[in-house]
């Protein structure tokens, strides 16, 4: 999947734990993008950044945090997990030329029980 | 913010048939229309996409054609095969840049043998 390793690909966890989700690419690709998908939701976007340490939010960001210090990795954080955050978790990467074209990783599936 | 839905949710098609999906946006300043192919267990993978200055886009058996003025596009598919069997899901960036795509709420299609 385009240089995109997610890690870990499944994880389960209980209300209220922290939980951080990875992504590491290696094609040095300036955009990294975390998105959740959810069954009638389509793909919506959590948060994304464009640069290291330059991180915006997305449409559903409440509960999230992100943190870039390295071009590579894109660390996604829930803080306090709960359960309406159970979902499948996907990365993407974009070389941000004319920029829109996304490659996504493998995702992780969350359960928050 | 941009809103896109996506029809039918479910498509189910004999193999050799074409397959139609239509997606329409509410963000006139969307100028980016992509679509993902999804199988099990994987990421979205880009399969075609159209910029807002083109009608119509084709790839071997995929097109896509785009109506700025009524604010839809449409995935073709011809000449269908077991292995076009995935949910498909379509996207549209709301006149922003940089990957931050707003996505329909996705099409299972079944090719039948």
């Known amino acids: 999947d385009a240089g995109i390793t997610q890690s870990p690909r499944h994880k389960v966890t209980e209300t209220g734990t922290p939980v951080t989700l990875r992504c590491h690419q290696t094609e040095n690709h300036r955009y990294m993008y975390w998105y959740r998908q959810d069954p009638g939701h389509g793909l919506r976007l959590i948060h994304y950044s464009y640069g290291v340490k330059d991180t915006d939010k997305g449409e559903v960001s409440d509960g999230y945090s992100v943190s870039r210090s390295k071009t590579e990795d894109f660390l996604l954080t829930l803080e306090s997990a709960t359960s309406s955050q159970t979902s499948v978790y996907f990365c993407a990467i974009s070389d941000g030329q004319g920029g829109e074209k996304l490659f996504f990783g493998s995702g992780t599936q969350l359960s928050v029980l | ?113």
């Open chain 2, 1 to 113: 913010g941009e809103n896109v839905e996506q029809h039918p949710s479910t498509l189910s098609v004999q193999e050799g048939d074409s397959a139609v999906i239509k997606c329409t946006y509410s963000d006139s300043a969307s100028n980016y229309f992509p679509w993902y192919k999804q199988e099990l267990g994987k990421g979205p993978q880009l399969i075609i996409d159209i910029r807002s200055n083109v009608g119509e886009k084709k790839d071997q058996r995929i097109a896509v054609t785009l109506n700025k003025t009524a604010k839809h596009f449409s995935l073709h598919i011809t000449e269908t095969q077991p292995e076009d069997s995935a949910v498909y899901f379509c996207a549209a960036d709301g006149g922003t840049s940089y990957g931050k795509l707003t996505f329909g709420q996705g099409t299972i299609l079944t090719v039948h043998p």
